[in-house]
């Protein structure tokens, strides 16, 4: 068959090329473990080796799948790799991938029931496991979004709306501990910094709660309208979990909104810790999820789940002349109405295809190593002299720092923040750095299914080599 657009390649050439990549990916997982872990690359270097003109003329696939493995790929940290413990590790699974693949060779459209019902459907059936294993009522919904910066904001939308007069002298509470997206949706939807709340966490790094009952009600003293607390479901420092059911019941005597940023913590629910430590999370009016975090999922899968689905509607539909055939025929559900986005790709596809492949039960194992791994990683820490536990393994974070005695507080902390880019330089593995209690601490999160106790304990033994040898260098 001839190819019809100069787009068009013919079938076995269109064969050949996708071969080449699922050979290729299939090589990279079973080597990423023999990888280094990549390295921060030069930005005059990278603009020198990658900067060109727009191609004018056409190059064989070949040629530029190589210049990808040549030139780009070397000079990108690997989120998906065993020993990134930093930040949030991104591990992805197969059965994702071939979703994310099928769902962007056929370019599927979830914007409106009228063009995408079938996906539509697949979407609101995974939401609602979700919800379920959160114990949200009937009402609740949701949909998803890129990642949990947007699901955030997606949440925050309804609560904002939910209070006609927030937008004026509303005021919200959440802990310093809560990730920066939050405090950017505030931005987006209009609040004054005078109307963000930040509290300093107590010694667990959860939100004090005697502390925000107090500041609520000055507050409304003050003439303020306090309409929404914004608690942490897994903080990115530490994995703290703050009191879900007690805030819960302050929020209700109050008439607060009570969401939660769990992007990559309440996942953990399917785990036992995670059941102890997000008791009270069946109470929230909203949350986001990250899928592509602890379930394992590709990039972007983010979910916005509230309480009562159809708060989103509220908050965010707008009909328009040129949308109104999709408002005739069979009846369903418009995701478009109930968030930002109006083209939205199946990002649903590939939870859905994955929990169906492997079962559940898989996921929760899977999530119990990662937690094991943390663990682990505490237990090894705490062996050898100088390193300090700043936050226990907590969801499969843990937070530490190397502190010998004859380093002064101010030495210590540029040892600790130079010891991430040490790391890279050696290349076996990643941590980050962040501040804790006004100190630098490095922390690990061991959310990787692929990473090992080998993985963990080697990582700290080389960390401890490099940071004995700066110290002495001090």
Same mark, same amino acid.
């Given at each position: 068959? !001839? ?53 004018? &003329?056409?190059?064989? /696939? ?42 962007? @060779? ?11 019902? @079938? ?8 939401? !609602?496991?979700?919800?379920?294993? /959160? #114990? ?5 919904? =949701?949909? /998803? ?24 002298? =509303? ?7 809560? *990730? ?24 667990? +790094? ?8 107090? &500041?609520?009600? !000055? ?7 306090? +309409? ?33 940023? #769990? ?28 899928? *592509? ?35 005739? @025929? ?8 109930? @968030? ?59 937070? +530490? ?8 507080? &101010? ?16 290349? +076996? ?8 209690? #006004? ?36």
């Amino acid at each position: 068959m !001839r190819p019809c657009s100069p787009l068009d390649f013919d079938p076995e050439t269109m064969r050949q090329m996708g071969y080449r990549v699922v050979d290729l990916l299939v090589d990279y997982w079973q080597s990423l473990p023999t990888r280094p872990i990549g390295k921060r690359a030069d930005r005059a270097c990278l603009e020198a080796l990658l900067n060109e003109p727009t191609p004018d &003329q056409p190059q064989p /696939f070949e040629r530029v799948l190589q210049e990808f493995l040549q030139r780009v790929l070397p000079h990108i940290i690997k989120v998906d790799h065993p020993r990134y413990f930093a930040f949030v590790p991104a591990p992805n699974e197969y059965v994702g991938v071939l979703a994310d693949f099928l769902s962007a @060779g056929m370019n599927v459209f979830v914007g409106t029931w009228m063009v995408g019902a @079938g996906a539509t459907q697949v979407e609101r059936v995974v939401i !609602r496991w979700l919800c379920d294993w /959160f #114990g949200m009522p009937d009402t609740a919904g =949701g949909l /998803f979004v890129s990642g949990g910066s947007v699901a955030n904001l997606v949440c925050l939308t309804a609560a904002r709306a939910h209070y006609p007069d927030a937008l004026t002298r =509303g005021r919200v509470y959440y802990s310093d501990q809560t *990730h920066s997206c939050v405090a950017r949706a505030w931005r987006i939807l209009g609040l004054r910094e005078e109307q963000l709340c930040v509290l300093p966490a107590d010694e667990h +790094f959860q939100i004090p709660l005697d502390t925000l009952a107090g &500041q609520i009600e !000055r507050d409304r003293a003050a003439g303020w309208l306090p +309409f929404c607390v914004v608690a942490n479901a897994g903080t990115t420092n530490t994995g703290a979990v703050d009191p879900l059911s007690a805030l819960a019941e302050l929020c209700e005597a109050e008439g607060l909104w009570l969401h939660a940023d #769990g992007a990559y913590g309440a996942a953990a629910i399917l785990t036992e810790e995670g059941k102890a430590r997000l008791q009270g999370i069946e109470r929230l009016h909203s949350l986001a999820v990250d899928p *592509h975090k602890w379930l394992y999922q590709p990039m972007m899968a983010g979910c916005a789940i509230v309480r009562d689905f159809e708060q989103l509607r509220t908050a965010f539909r707008i009909l328009p002349p040129y949308l109104q055939d999709k408002e005739r @025929g069979a009846a369903g559900i418009d995701l478009c109405d109930y @968030g930002v986005e109006l083209s939205r790709n199946f990002r649903a596809l590939k939870v859905w295809m994955s929990l169906k492949t492997h079962g559940i039960e898989a996921f929760r194992q899977a999530m119990e190593h990662n937690l094991h791994l943390a663990r682990v990683a505490e237990q090894a820490i705490r062996e050898i002299p100088h390193w300090q536990i700043v936050s226990p393994a907590t969801l499969g974070v843990v937070a +530490f720092r190397y502190a010998p005695p004859e380093l002064s507080p &101010q030495q210590v902390d540029a040892l600790n923040r130079a010891l991430v880019d040490k790391m890279i330089q050696d290349g +076996f593995a990643m941590v980050s750095s962040t501040v804790l209690r #006004g100190r630098v601490a490095l922390r690990m999160c061991t959310l990787n299914p692929r990473a090992t106790e080998a993985d963990v304990q080697e990582t700290i033994r080389r960390l401890h080599q490099l940071a004995v040898k700066s110290a002495s260098a001090s």
